[in-house]
């Protein structure tokens, strides 16, 4: 495993973002190219932090600017995410061991020809792991953590509220919980040769087609949980 220097911590709102600055010193920001970055340490780690905002496209944008401006040897999701699996309460969190793509399951053509059943052209993954090292860093942690932790599977989808048929195409896989931004963060980071892992918390309960108002409380919540998180692994990695 290459050393670890450089940190970088991607959110996708401003909650998610402020709560875990919180945890760093010697913040200073810098506008590069119409984003904006902010720099400081935790422990021996040198860290930036930004805001992608929501969904995969800006998920995927972000993380390839951040890892083309500063190079970082570790890139960190935290945030929030709908609970799928209904056993997880509401601030619980969940680390993404195994992470799913909903929409690249069902790429089709103009005739509805399901290109997933295709040989030609060059289609994106659809799941992704975290490494291994930080699998065994996350359970290490687990053990030793008073937050309700689960190491499991993310599914990431650009439709909200959830599409009716992401529980029915992910049912044997065990899903977790659903969120915008970590299938596109971990794309990328595998394209890149980046090791990565999302950290979410619960804010709510995702059910298909159900409006679902996100409550700021919860939200506020549920970010301060995965920062948490996500602060302890970096500390861990020292």
């Known amino acids: 495993m290459k050393s670890i220097s450089t940190i970088a911590v991607l959110s996708a ?57 500063f190079d970082p040897d570790l890139l960190i ?61 996350v359970k290490k942690l687990i053990k030793s953590s008073n937050q309700n932790v689960h190491f499991g599977t993310l599914v990431s989808s650009d439709f909200f509220p959830m599409p009716d048929y992401i529980p029915e195409k992910f049912c044997d896989n065990l899903v977790d919980s659903i969120d915008m931004e970590s299938a596109a963060f971990y794309q990328v980071c595998k394209q890149m040769k980046k090791p990565c892992v999302a950290i979410r918390s619960i804010s709510n309960y995702a059910e298909p087609k159900k409006k679902v108002r996100l409550k700021s409380d919860l939200i506020k919540l549920s970010a301060k949980n995965a920062a948490e998180f996500s602060n302890r692994l970096i500390l861990s990695l020292e």
Request: some cysteine; charged content about 20%; hydrophobic content about 35%.
């Open 77 to 137: 999701f935290s945030g929030i995410s709908g609970a799928i699996n209904r056993e997880l309460k509401v601030g619980s969190i969940v680390v993404g061991k195994t992470v799913f793509s909903a929409e690249s399951l069902s790429l089709k053509s103009i005739t509805s020809e399901n290109y997933r059943k295709c040989r030609h052209g060059i289609l994106p993954d659809t799941k992704f792991s975290t490494p291994r090292f930080l699998q065994e860093k």
């Open 13 to 69: 709102i401003q909650p998610e973002f402020e709560s875990f600055v919180h945890f760093m010193s010697n913040v200073h920001k810098k506008k590069i190219k119409g984003m904006t970055y902010y720099f400081g340490n935790i422990g021996r780690f040198n860290i930036v932090a930004l805001v992608t905002g929501i969904g995969q496209t800006n998920s995927a944008f972000s993380t390839s600017s951040v890892v083309h401006q």
